[in-house]
């Protein structure tokens, strides 16, 4: 039965060694009182127990059981309130919130950590605190301090959780033709119309309340996403000293039959005169909704990291346990009627991609976390500013190349188990499940793509992505740096079809959307190169505190370089296509 | 709701204009009498109505409710054995069975259109009958009249079906080491004993016979591959006059659960004494198996492209409907709330994506059908061993290729439907799950890449690869061929990498599993490569006949020239990196 093991090692690699976190936090006045070495090691401890050994044991039981909808509740698969009960206790959900509202104020470095944990161990599970953490974002950057002080607490201990309510079933991508309307009442609260789909923990039964983030449009919002705002719907009622009131005009209608995370109730849930605030200003709530959007892009690009580790883990394990033919260069195990099947090469291709994907996935996402806590807590305004740029540039790649390449190797996982990664009773199969959902939801894959080069190349000349590839160029031209000549070539390459695409796009508006996809993981490919020499270089100058593990982090790094890494020629060479290929054909002739 | 439409037009396009089959048929004795173009295209029509009409409406409940087991019977999902009864009435079971036996001897080119069509509208009902085919391919080929004459006949009427037992628990790749074993008898007979798992459709309610076609081993016989026999043993026995007897010492265990194809049964088939009859000589059972094995392998490759087309179509519907943001251009719809998503480049880069492959691919079945043909049924010994070198070539591609692009395939038709293709309502996840089988059944595409490259490139030195892409230059080489630079260019790649590894493999057997899955990708894309330049060079010249038809054919050949064809730099690039970086960890340091 497969079980998981949180990559201690590996993070602890990321985090002190490749980033060292700890000086950075010790520099950073808010962190500097919150967290260090010792203390990241301690959560991270816990954690792995949390994750490994409270939910991690409930991920099967909850695909086959699943969310269960009657007349308007929600019961989440056997195990999980109880779970979640327990789990709260640590104080998780509010492991990077507000202290000033009961959040515990760590570092987003450390979050992505425990997050990757939390969707290994389980991405149903996940998802039920994953929002909350995503809501509580939102409404701590735009909501009222009166709000704040009443619904940042109870969420950050887990007792009340958050979800995002976007998506009508007219309106996925389009948010400017939402339906959902706010009727401003005389006590300054808006009463909440429309029904909204593909909530996930728009209802379940483990905490006391959800916290409901609605986007609305008021009775004189101009059309399109210049007319929409945000509003916090509580599904109870609050009191004004915080207790709970009667329900909220909020009821699930329905949940949706799934592919996968079928213990994540995906709710229809249908606002009739509900009771909400304003969050943010009027006709201003795509944007500050984008707050809790971005938080969970990441979180959702985690997921695939997450997921594809715990197939890695679990063939891995069977690679090293089945035993099937013998090696092409004589047998391994003579007195077994086979060898092992991590003899054969193939076995060895499948699982060196998965590990060197997921190990360069884990070190983008820490350099992002990393970038997000200096953009909060730096006080050095330029170094603030330029965080933020990367964050906005980096968020998309993380969200969309995460999640590919995150299936991939899922794929691959279950593949080396042969049949039996068709069946259920190895778990390889739901991984592959669960983790295609993160290519979907929270903008598809295809928008990250969009976003990433209309929004945050094309549109800015180009400016941000030079931020990041100046610090590809700087790291691979200080001396002695491996894999620098690799590095500099395809940062070049980058860069070169970038101004290509920059030129294209000034004179042919399609050509950005015909490039998108294939630029993202261009993207992607360049920066795990970055962070596998990154690693690399790391290992070489420690290589004799801990020789089999600096060997196994250079071994994935000549395996990236040499076998994945080429994937960047031909996606090259397909955005050098441009659009005109894609608009030959009129629509009735597909 | 999806519904499955036959692509008649292009089955005739690659059938009757790319192969000109009609003009081959009539030039081989044994086909000339039975078919012709008209009898062709009656026949396909006909099956487009079977399959639209019959079988693919059963697909999603077949799905819903699975085949269930109780106490040693399977049930099939509602609707299945009335459907299923129709079906056979048409002779479908043995459209390209021995007539002498009752089969249809229909051409194989004409029976993979069929085929796709099948799997497009069902794979779990396909498989019922797939395995027969197949089965009954095997008998014919090695068994002697006696058998033949009793089991061919019911079996090509479909009202007794076949199935294929060879793996074990712990023997799936590695048959050489299967445990069952087969008592020779003083009649004649056998008594098999031994369990086998993954059988498809070991058990089921459509039938009133099931012939297993089982791999065992004889009392004395050697270790390995080559002590293994292969024996016919009926569920029911089967009287002197062809009537059923009492039921043998052979039933269903169990059948698993599983990621998809849930309404074909896959079962534990307990042998426990079973009477069965030899086929082929003692302890050349594995080469008797492997005509059905090469039979079922270019069958499943072809699950991937049916698989494909339906995912397409859905798509394409979906994509020409769904009204959601504006092209990028401006207004296409100004009357309308949002543009439909068909005008994105990006939703034009999936969809176009998943014709070129699904064409490419329904062209390579025919082609290799064709060689399927000539090799059977030509009376020029060197043509008919020539196509069978192709044949035996090309099986592992057609079966790897087929399935790696067809689930890519699904997924981007899965994902133009955005959170609506993951739920179960719109069939697209439903595709994902079938489709995934296919890339481990029948020998995984891990084993068809060593398949390819170990036995059928290295093995002969590249002749047979040099038969194929002799072919490939001879077309590049005629004037005014469309597409002949490209051609070469990439053609010269396949022959210059499989000279490096024919060197390379000499001195270190770990390179062919190193490099064999990107291999056969670089052969899969080079060999659409000829094909859609062979059906761009028919668009050309047909143009006045059929303007919009022959227009989207040429833009979908320039879409897999400039934007899919790429990959295969990558790929080379890949393998040329040889297998020094996979042997660089030791098992426990993964």
Redesign the interface.
């Known amino acids: 039965m497969p079980e998981f093991n949180a990559p201690l090692r590996d993070m602890r690699f990321v985090l002190h060694e490749v980033f060292e976190a700890p000086a950075l936090w010790a520099r950073l006045p808010a962190l500097a009182d919150h967290v260090d070495a010792d203390t990241a090691d301690a959560i991270l401890e816990e954690a792995a127990k949390v994750t490994g050994q409270l939910i991690a044991p409930l991920n099967r039981s909850g695909d086959e059981e699943g969310a269960q909808w009657q007349a308007t509740t929600v019961t989440t698969p056997s195990g999980f309130k109880a779970a979640y009960t327990t789990y709260i206790e640590g104080g998780w959900v509010g492991l990077s919130g507000n202290p000033e509202f009961g959040g515990m104020g760590m570092p987003k470095m450390l979050a992505v950590q425990f997050e990757e944990m939390l969707y290994a161990a389980n991405s149903s599970f996940a998802l039920y605190s994953a929002l909350s953490s995503g809501a509580c974002l939102a409404i701590d950057a735009h909501a009222t301090h009166a709000l704040k002080s009443t619904y940042l607490p109870p969420m950050y201990e887990g007792r009340w959780a958050g979800s995002m309510c976007l998506?009508e079933a007219?309106?996925?991508?389009?948010l400017g033709?939402i339906r959902t309307r706010a009727e401003p009442q005389a006590d300054g609260s808006f009463l909440i119309t429309g029904s909204k789909?593909?909530i996930t923990g728009g209802e379940q039964d483990l905490t006391e309340n959800i916290i409901h983030l609605v986007l609305a449009k008021l009775p004189d919002a101009p059309p399109g996403p210049k007319g929409i705002s945000l509003f916090l719907v509580p599904k109870r009622r609050v009191n004004a000293d915080g207790s709970l009131g009667a329900a909220n005009a909020v009821t699930c209608g329905s949940i949706?039959?799934?592919?996968?995370i079928k213990a994540s109730a995906?709710c229809v849930m249908n606002f009739d005169g509900a009771c909400g605030w304003l969050i943010g200003e009027a006709n201003k709530g795509l944007a500050a909704m984008f707050t809790m959007m971005n938080y969970e892009r990441l979180s959702i690009g985690i997921q695939g990291i997450g997921c594809a580790e715990t197939s890695y883990q679990n063939a891995?394990t069977y690679?090293?346990e089945r035993?099937?033919?013998r090696a092409?260069?004589g047998k391994v195990a003579p007195d077994k009627?086979?060898d092992?099947i991590?003899?054969?090469?193939?076995?060895?291709?499948?699982?060196?991609s998965m590990?060197a994907m997921t190990e360069g996935g884990r070190a983008f996402a820490s350099y992002v976390g990393q970038q997000l806590d200096l953009s909060k807590f730096s006080d050095d305004p330029q170094e603030q500013e330029q965080a933020s740029a990367l964050v906005a540039l980096l968020t998309p790649v993380a969200k969309a190349f995460f999640t590919d390449t995150g299936?991939d190797s899922c794929?691959l996982g279950?593949?080396v188990f042969?049949?039996h990664?068709?069946?259920?009773?190895w778990g390889q199969?739901q991984l592959?499940?669960d983790v295609?959902?993160a290519?979907?939801?929270e903008g598809?894959?295809?928008i990250q793509?969009?976003d990433l080069l209309g929004r945050k190349v094309v549109a800015n000349g180009g400016a941000a992505l030079r931020l990041f590839t100046r610090q590809i160029r700087q790291f691979a031209s200080l001396p002695g740096k491996p894999y620098a000549r690799e590095l500099l070539d395809a940062v070049q390459r980058l860069e070169d079809v970038t101004d290509w695409l920059l030129t294209r796009a000034a004179s042919?508006?399609?050509e950005?959307?015909?490039a998108?996809?294939e630029y993202l993981h261009l993207f992607g490919y360049v920066a795990y190169a970055w962070l596998w020499a990154r690693m690399a270089d790391v290992a070489q100058s420690s290589m004799d505190a801990d020789p089999?593990f600096y060997?196994?982090k250079?071994?994935?790094a000549?395996?990236y370089f040499?076998?994945?890494l080429?994937?960047?020629?031909?996606?090259e060479?397909?955005i050098r296509?441009g659009?005109e290929?894609?608009?030959?054909?009129d629509?009735?002739?597909?």
């Open positions: 998506t007219h309106a996925g991508t389009d033709i789909i593909f949706e039959h799934k592919m996968g995906t891995r690679a090293r035993l099937q033919s092409p260069t009627v086979a092992p991590i003899v054969h090469p193939d076995v060895r291709r499948m699982l060196l590990k299936l794929v279950q593949q042969g049949g990664g068709y069946i259920r009773e199969e592959v499940r295609r959902i290519q979907i939801y598809t894959n295809g793509a969009l042919n508006p399609n950005i959307g015909a998108s996809v089999p060997t196994a250079l071994a994935t000549r395996f040499t076998r994945l080429p994937r960047i020629l031909s996606l060479q397909s296509a659009s290929p894609l608009f030959e054909l629509a009735a002739s597909f």
